[in-house]
């Protein structure tokens, strides 16, 4: 059980930070920078839950409820590397049901989708516009991520990376969904401001 009393500790004063396996590093560490966008990836979805709070985008706002609190599971799982050491505790690792509840949710969604002829621009239902932020942020929380696992004596889960991966094509056709609810997908018209 995680318990806060004070917020403000002081031990980061130097620009150090602790992993949850204790270990002390700095805050400019590539674990922290991967978590760390993992965590703006749940601040986004805070935003895109303003615009989901209607009857008919409950099915998506209970799904987006569960995916914060696996981004805090994910965020769970990043922060404790496995160095193979007793911690006196089993640390928190994505679970490939969790990745596979997430493919299962785009089929669902994407069922009620007409077939994509173009690319699509961020925008839309507010909800949609906001889900395109998550998704970029969600890439870029996976590109850290894919590249602190190539660093030598990085581990990072298999679960994690696969999580992070399905949850960026989830964003995208959600959006598509809550468009699908409103005004449609905006659409990418190839060259169109080069005439005239």
Known sequence: ?????????????????????????????????????????????GIVRLHTATDDMRKLDQMLARIQNELFDLGADLCVPDTGKDLGYEPLRILPKQFERIEAEIDELNAELSPLRSFVLPGGH???????????????????????????????????????????????????????RSAGDVLWVPGKTRQG
């Open 1 to 45: 059980m995680v318990v806060l009393n004070r917020i403000y500790t002081r031990t980061g004063d130097a620009g150090e930070t602790a992993l949850g396996s204790g270990e002390r590093v700095s805050k400019a560490h590539l674990r922290i920078q991967a978590y760390g966008t993992v965590d703006e990836t749940n601040a986004t979805l």
């Open 126 to 180: 507010p909800a949609a516009a906001h889900l395109h932020l998550a998704r970029t942020v969600c890439r870029r929380a996976e590109r850290l991520i894919v590249e602190l696992a190539s660093h030598e004596g990085e581990h990072v889960s298999e679960g994690a990376i696969a999580y992070i991966n399905r949850l960026s094509d989830f964003f995208f056709v959600a959006s598509r969904w809550s468009n699908a």
